[in-house]
């Protein structure tokens, strides 16, 4: 992450005084680079003739000083690029210092791979609390990082516990010894380089009391819900007034409302809804107003419903009211929070409007405050484990409101109508979104002008058949937000493909015109101002809960600074630290706000939508990494510039690594894009793109490439403008680095902008089959460098064997028995190096076919481990109507059972030198059996009598990994492929982790990157099954849930309870016909169906739900779409937290209450206080048995 130098410019030199004055400054530099990597540093003071200069930083240095060179890349005026060093002694946990040198002059040092806390999950915890801190460098493989409270008085240091560690997120409790009522530093360290590598996070964290989570919110305020006790029955408390009758026919308004009031009076309550349908009939006004310290509660979402939208909305059915969004209208509301509402809630309960005359937009809103500040509406609202079926109205609009929960819901909306939207919480502050399931027709999801959220763990399905074809449509819509994480979110579309046009972003943050914005050149400048008196400047927005603004200098003396604005007047501009380098009358400068600052945006998975990720415009400090994105478009960064209106956003300091964008449909170019927009007939100003990073993302399309309103696909750093002449030799993209990304299919690789450019590194690409790699010729003197590092080849090493067959070694014999044919041959698979020369290694295969002429679907089988080629099962195979390949997978194989096959492997024990990648990947046996594997399925596709477009595969164990990466690595060329057991993510969850882990963690990093399933589980493109168990010794359920995840084709999948490699299940491996030719017996069902056409497709457990019924009982339930009669259904459950082979599932029959829906009611006293995880199960007479996805409940 490219990251302004705040905290270094301030430190004394660490030279002991040998810098002069006039050294080098440095304003901005990559923060993260593994070895081998290349880094950009920006700033003031140095020519083209800089050097780069480091040190390893151990933690016992009294001071820091320059030990080697840094090799260099380019270098221009002010910007330099080099290269991590790659040498073996730096390539571990390493603690990297950095100078710029200049002549003789050296900058003070910056580092590289340094811990830095961006932001934490609460602003408060309590003893022993477990919290997460997002930030960068927070883990390195190999260090066990640290992280310390720090009491701001006593200076005492407490010393929380790493729970779990990851680049980007800890999970840590905090010490049980904080003393309540103060607010600790926080420091982390990533366990590399000692003191020097300490950083403290610019948050405090409060620490308070330590109490009960009443309603079990799992937010530290949970704990303010204090007066949990005091409740009252709507139906039954002699102390209400009014009585409810929740038959669903009464109006119980007043009694709800009379319910609330009371509890409010009496200093907070619970107001209890038990099973039944309340309704909320009125004319005019709203249905219910919420009060402080009151809590909604009922007995269950499908059993406790509130019902509104009776009749006639009153006046002003447009949601928007009269004076825009939010606003004061209270008229037709179905819940209402009046201003400084706190300690509100709504759980266990579902929202209907019934919608009687087709009009009613209305659903639950604040009233919009007239000043617009932290918690200015109220604070400490949730909605728990909800429904809201709100027919054609918006969601929740919680407008600038403090701490707030929306957790465990379901919401669904037909609205047609784009504004407000689902979720409406502009100005929210330290607030959480997790674990919904949303269905929505149009609109977006806001949480503009916010602070400190986390999104994550949601399910947002898009309907395409009830989209708008006008107006504001898509996902989130985020703009002018600070401290933002949004991750682990899968947002999908069902139904209609969403139509193509200049909108529908799924994670978006367009803040285009911040208010105050301007531009222009400074008059003069002092160390806290700037002035220009051709300006006349309102009051700029100094304070504010999410982002203020800020003055960035863009060209000239200082360019790549910015500070908040302190306070200014008409002409002068007054900022919060002292500039680094004063500017001065060359430098131009821009107000602007960021339109988002310290931002993570990981992990999700977006699937059909218009647009995928964009930042348009306006950003610093962002990390978008590890999301999946099919059909969705892409990442697109931009910066733009429309002098006219005194607007130029900044797109300065962000990372985009491990992403994956794929395109098999015909439409939405696949891309990852760095943009600066310059409005027509403008003169470039300055810098509007300052150091963006692409690492290690991958790119995959087909030809031909298509376009849309990005016009190509592939990775773009393009200066876009309509007069090239307007750029006038000013550069307004600086520092950008491709770095080891990869690209497939594309007509052009990169797609850079010749002019207006500097210092854009590509380093180590990977394009297969590309056209081109670039649009431009790169040569000295251009934009653009292109570096390839000759130490590392970030080559696929099963490229030059994709779509080849092997050729034959020796035929072995031939065979008929029972009307099959059966082939015997050795092929010759790679060569490599004997201590005599050259060899190539020798895999036996055999080809079984039926002996009846024709023209037949091919099977390739796999074998598990300590086996050999299946022959037996190759021959039943062919008895079924298929051609037949199955070969011995080294590595996976026993050698004992393998005399024909010959390689490196033979003179290795069973199971040795699986997880090495020295000297390099092919090393390791398991490479020779994905290659055996992979040769074996081309040989089958060259089979005269084989249908080329009918193949699938099957394995078990160790051959249902390779199943996994066959398909992967075969993409199209597979139909339909079967996985008994074995799946990817080995590092997730699976035996083979204890392995994994005794690898140096680079080297574990480079067998995952290329013998992993999971990591070619994105290029899977047709339909894909494993049959799994919930105790397997090898293959545990999270890995195979990770590599299920990961696959965009239809997939479908059954979890066998309480047996390790087995499928005790109707069509699995027990109890199975002896003609049977599968290790279950569904397996022939299945490619009959895919490879064949006969018969019916498996069932499909659609979705899955667990919620609170009453005060007793959880429900599960679940729909099924199938195409044949369900003999049985079940429920089975586990406690979350136990180790996978050992947890013990209880399994429960599942009650058919409407066609193709099941459900259970389990008792509470069954679950206890502990997470649960719950999965449904059915089975057809055929048989074939399917399981739904795995979910958490907490009581």
């Not at 079990?216 to 009758?245: C, E, I, M």
């Not at 996902?475 to 994480?485: A, Q, R, T, W, Y």
């Not at 109707?1066 to 022939?1084: R, V």
């Not at 997470?1171 to 048989?1183: H, K, L, Q, W």
Request: proline fraction near 5%; charge should be neutral; hydrophobic fraction near 35%.
């Amino acid at each position: 992450m490219y990251k302004i130098n705040f905290l270094l410019l301030l430190l004394l030199s660490v030279l002991n005084g040998i810098y002069a004055q006039q050294k080098p400054m440095v304003f901005n530099h990559n923060e993260t680079a593994l070895p081998g990597d290349a880094f950009n540093v920006q700033g003031s003071g140095w020519s083209k003739n800089v050097e780069l200069w480091g040190t390893v930083v151990k933690g016992n240095e009294n001071s820091l000083s320059p030990s080697f060179p840094i090799k260099m890349i380019s270098a221009d005026e002010g910007c330099v690029t080099g290269v991590f060093p790659l040498e073996m002694s730096y390539r571990k946990n390493v603690l990297i210092a950095v100078w710029v040198k200049e002549g003789e002059l050296y900058s003070e040092p910056f580092f590289l791979n340094r811990s830095r806390a961006v932001t934490i999950e609460f602003e408060e915890v309590m003893p022993g609390y477990v919290f997460r801190i997002f930030g960068r460098n927070l883990s390195l493989p190999g260090c066990k990082p640290i992280v310390t409270f720090i009491h701001p008085n006593s200076k005492q240091q407490h010393q929380a516990v790493v729970v779990k560690a990851e680049p980007y997120v800890l999970t840590v409790q905090a010490p049980f010894d904080l003393e309540a009522g103060t607010h600790y530093q926080v420091m982390v360290n990533n366990g590399a380089g000692g003191a020097y590598g300490n950083s403290l996070a610019e948050e405090r964290l409060f620490a308070r009391e330590k109490s009960e989570d009443p309603f079990s919110l799992q937010v530290p305020w949970g704990s303010d819900f204090v007066f949990y006790k005091n409740v009252y029955n709507v139906r039954t408390d002699s102390r209400l007034k009014h009585l409810a009758k929740g038959d669903g026919i009464s109006n119980d308004r007043i009694s709800l409302q009379d319910a609330i009031d009371k509890a409010h009076a009496a200093g907070g309550g619970v107001v209890y809804l038990p099973a039944g349908v309340y309704k909320l009939v009125f004319d005019k006004g709203c249905g219910l107003v919420m009060r402080s310290n009151v809590v909604l509660k009922g007995e269950g979402p499908e059993q406790t419903v509130i019902q509104y939208g009776f009749g006639i909305p009153p006046s002003y059915p447009d949601p928007i009211g009269v004076g825009g969004w939010p606003d004061y209208t209270n008229e037709g509301v179905a819940f209402l929070w009046p201003l400084h509402t706190k300690l509100s809630g709504l759980s266990d309960l579902k929202v209907q409007n019934v919608n009687e005359s087709g009009l009613w937009r209305h659903s639950m809103k604040t009233i919009c405050p007239l000043n617009k500040a932290k918690g200015a509406s109220g604070s400490c609202f949730f909605a728990v484990n909800c429904h809201f079926d709100l027919s054609v109205a918006w969601g929740i609009s919680w407008g600038y409101v403090d701490k707030m929960l929306i957790a465990n819901c379901n919401f669904r909306s037909y609205a047609n109508i784009t504004w407000p939207w689902m979720w409406h919480c502009d100005g929210s502050t330290n607030f959480v979104i997790r674990n919904n399931r949303v269905f929505y027709s149009a609109g977006r999801f806001g949480f503009s002008n916010s602070f400190n959220g986390i999104i994550e763990n949601n399910h947002i399905t898009r309907m395409g058949d009830l989209q708008a074809f006008k107006g504001e449509t898509g996902g989130f819509n985020i703009d002018f937000s600070k401290d933002m994480v949004v991750m682990n979110n899968l947002l999908d579309v069902e139904g209609d493909s969403i139509v193509d046009r200049n909108m529908g972003e799924t994670i978006l943050s367009q803040g285009g015109n911040p208010i105050g914005q301007s531009l222009g050149r400074v008059e003069k400048a002092s160390e806290y101002s700037v002035t220009d008196r051709t300006q006349n400047w309102n009051q700029l927005r100094t304070s504010d809960l999410s982002t203020c603004s800020v003055v960035a200098i863009i060209k000239g003396k200082g360019a790549g600074q910015w500070r908040r604005i302190k306070k200014n007047d008409k002409h002068t501009i007054w900022i919060e630290r002292p500039w680094a380098v004063i500017p001065d009358e060359s430098s131009n400068y821009v107000v602007t706000n960021w339109s988002a600052e310290d931002w993570l945006v990981k992990g999700n998975i977006l699937k059909e939508n218009n647009r995928g990720i964009w930042f348009y415009c306006g950003g610093t400090d962002i990390a978008i990494v590890e999301n999946q994105l099919n059909n969705s478009e892409g990442i697109y960064l931009r910066s733009d510039q429309r002098v006219e209106v005194g607007r130029y956003n900044l797109m300065w300091n962000a990372v985009v690594e491990g992403n994956t964008v794929i395109r098999t449909g015909k439409k939405r170019p696949a891309a990852i894009c760095s943009v600066l927009a310059i409005q027509k007939n403008d003169t470039l100003t300055g810098i509007g793109s300052l150091g963006i990073e692409f690492r290690r993302n991958t790119i995959i399309s087909s030809r031909p490439n298509v376009s849309s309103f990005i016009p190509g696909e592939g990775y773009w750093n393009e200066v876009r403008s309509t007069t090239m002449d307007a750029l006038n030799h000013v550069k307004g993209i600086v520092g950008t680095v491709f770095d080891g990304n990869t690209s497939i299919n594309m007509d052009y690789a990169y797609r850079l902008s010749e002019r207006g450019v500097t210092q854009t590194v590509i380093k180590d690409p990977m394009d297969k089959n590309a056209g081109r790699l670039t649009n431009i010729i790169i040569e000295d003197g251009n934009s653009a460098r292109l570096f390839k590092t000759s130490e590392v080849k970030e080559v696929d090493p099963f490229a030059p064997y994709l779509g080849k067959s092997p050729s034959l070694h020796m035929h072995l014999g031939s065979e008929v028995q029972n009307g099959v044919i059966i082939d015997k041959v050795v092929f010759n698979s790679r060569e490599y190096k004997t201590n005599t020369g050259i060899d190539s290694t020798k895999i036996f295969a055999a080809i079984a076919r039926p002996e009846r002429p024709g023209r037949y679907p091919g099977l390739l089988v796999l074998h598990g481990g300590g086996g050999a080629a299946e022959v037996e099962k190759a021959k039943k195979w062919a008895t079924k109507g298929y051609v037949v390949v199955t070969v011995d997978e080294p590595g996976v194989a026993n050698t004992d059972n393998t005399p024909n096959s010959k390689g490196p492997w033979n003179n290795l024990k069973y199971g040795e030198n699986r997880f090495i990648v020295k000297p390099d990947i092919t090393s390791s046996t398991i490479f020779d059996a994905v290659l055996a594997s992979l040769q074996g399925l081309y040989l089958l596709k060259e089979q005269p009598d084989v249908i080329p477009d009918k193949i699938g595969v099957v394995g078990i164990s160790w051959g249902g990994y390779l199943t996994t990466m066959i398909s992967g690595l075969a993409g199209s060329s597979v139909a339909a492929s079967f996985s008994v057991f074995g799946s990817g993510f080995y590092d997730a969850s699976t035996v083979f982790l204890k392995e994994l882990d005794t690898m140096d963690p680079f080297h574990k990093a480079t067998w995952l990157r290329w013998l992993d399933a999971g990591r070619r589980a994105y290029c899977i493109q047709n339909p894909f099954f494993i049959a799994a168990a919930t105790n397997d010794n090898w293959f545990y359920p999270q890995a195979v849930k990770n590599t299920l995840q990961h696959i965009s084709a239809p997939v479908n999948h059954v979890f066998s309870q309480n047996v390790s490699h087995k499928i005790d299940l109707p069509g699995g491996t027990e109890n199975k016909k002896e003609s049977s030719p599968g290790w279950t017996e569904m397996e022939e069902v299945y490619f009959d169906y895919y490879l064949k056409g006969n018969g019916k497709r498996f069932p499909k457990i659609k979705t899955i739900k667990a919620e609170k019924r009453g005060t007793s009982f959880v429900c599960v339930s679940f729909v099924v779409d199938s195409d044949t009669p369900i003999r049985q259904a079940t429920v089975n459950y586990a406690f979350v937290g136990e180790v996978p082979t050992k947890r013990k599932w209880m399994t429960v029959s599942a009650k058919c209450i409407k066609k193709n829906h099941y459900e259970v009611l389990i008792p509470l006293q069954n679950l206890g206080k502990n997470a649960v995880e719950f999965y449904g199960t059915v089975s057809d007479n055929r048989p074939v048995s399917v399981s739904s996805n795995m979910i958490w409940y907490s009581n």
